[in-house]
């Protein structure tokens, strides 16, 4: 399953379901969405993981089912269970690492360096011995369970993990049949960051490897630096949320309807995006919440805002996301939103909407939600950015 495959089936309510495995991760990592550390031990049960999982159906169940964490592979029997039962069904699965087991132990010993000092180190070193770096026997198991596998890599990894590294576990990856990608992050187009790192993947795997790139938001250890992602959108104006279509699998086993992390984060969770719990709940009632919901079906076809603004008790306040928290308060707009998006009617509204947010394939998906001037890097073999575009920034 390639990159542009997998986010091309975003906008889809259901298509995908997304399990946080653990928020424990060995990196530590300074803009870190869920503040993940080695030594905070919060995860979903196990069990209860592998059953809601194998609830699925032939019939009834998620095209995709994304893995992440934390760092994922810190479960790499789980994942590979995981990834197994969810094959049965005909689900395909994708996964998000860290990359704390492509350390060298130079690496270990030393200190990592970072930025675009970087460049040459990762050039000379991996063209090399791109086949050296041994990737424990555990973690190369789950790897291979799964369709895809997709690298995380910023500023802030490279001070633990060198470029160098990652480029040579990608090629041991790519050997194994697997295919792969890049999840990168910046601080937005004039990032020199992003210009070095993408030119540096471009020439290290000749643009057969794509880039999901995205930018910094203020969630986690990033709340106190990063800047906001936008002003809001005008109320009276629709703005969809792609951001509910996708369940996601919170770290203490609950079901939301939203990947917003400190939704994610925060109990209670506002009634309109409970979806359950994986404790009690199967795929099928799970999926079936989601759909049926008049308020996630205006959520995803207009937005919290003109929601609130056309339906609502009162008038707002607050940013894009507080405002949709804010809705499961609001028994007006529940109200409206039934009226409107209730039944077979709603329904089709839903799809519609999935379809418009579709029609640009994988590169609108990530122009409207990641960094625009680099969404050609999320389809492989993309053409290369114009030096305007975010590449060039002296």
Do not use: K
Not at 256 to 272: G, S
């Amino acid at each position: 399953m390639e990159l542009a495959e997998l986010v091309a089936r975003r906008p889809f309510p259901a298509a995908g379901l997304l399990l946080g495995l653990t928020r424990r991760c060995p990196l530590s990592c300074a803009h870190c969405s869920t503040g993940s550390d080695l030594f905070t031990r919060e995860e979903p049960d196990g069990a209860q993981l592998e059953r809601f999982v194998g609830s699925f159906s032939t019939e009834n169940r998620p095209d995709v089912v994304m893995l992440t964490g934390g760092e994922p592979l810190l479960l790499p029997v789980l994942t590979e269970r995981l990834s197994t039962l969810a094959r049965r069904a005909g689900s395909r699965t994708a996964l998000l690492s860290g990359m704390f087991f492509a350390r060298s132990r130079s690496t270990r010993s030393g200190s990592a360096q970072s930025g675009s000092a970087q460049s040459g180190s990762a050039r000379s070193g991996t063209r090399r011995g791109r086949r050296g770096g041994a990737i424990p026997p555990a973690i190369l198991r789950a790897i291979r369970s799964v369709d895809h596998f997709s690298a995380s890599l910023d500023a802030h990894h490279e001070r633990e993990v060198p470029r160098a590294d990652v480029f040579r576990a990608l090629h041991r990856i790519r050997d194994e049949g697997v295919a792969v990608s890049f999840h990168l992050t910046g601080t937005g187009a004039s990032d020199p960051y992003l210009a070095d790192i993408t030119r540096a993947v471009e020439r290290e795997f000749d643009g057969r490897v794509p880039c999901l790139v995205n930018e910094v938001r203020p969630f986690g250890r990033a709340a106190s630096w990063a800047r906001p992602a936008r002003t809001g959108p005008d109320p009276a104006a629709a703005s969809p949320c792609s951001m509910a279509a996708w369940p996601v699998v919170a770290f203490d086993g609950r079901v939301l309807a939203c990947c917003n992390q400190d939704t994610v984060d925060r109990r209670p969770v506002p009634a309109h995006l409970d979806l359950g719990h994986i404790g009690v709940d199967d795929w099928a009632t799970v999926r079936g919440r989601a759909l049926e919901s008049p308020v996630l079906r205006m959520l995803r076809t207009v937005g919290p805002t003109h929601l609130a603004a056309r339906y609502g008790s009162g008038a707002g306040t607050g940013s894009y996301c507080e405002g949709c928290r804010a809705l499961g308060d609001d028994e007006a707009a529940a109200a409206g939103a039934l009226a409107v998006a209730g039944g077979a009617a709603g329904a089709l509204l839903d799809l519609t909407a999935a379809v418009r947010g579709s029609r640009e394939g994988a590169q609108g998906v990530v122009r409207r939600h990641g960094c625009a001037a680099y969404a050609p890097l999320v389809v492989t073999g993309g053409p290369p950015l114009p030096e305007t575009e975010g590449r060039d920034v002296r």
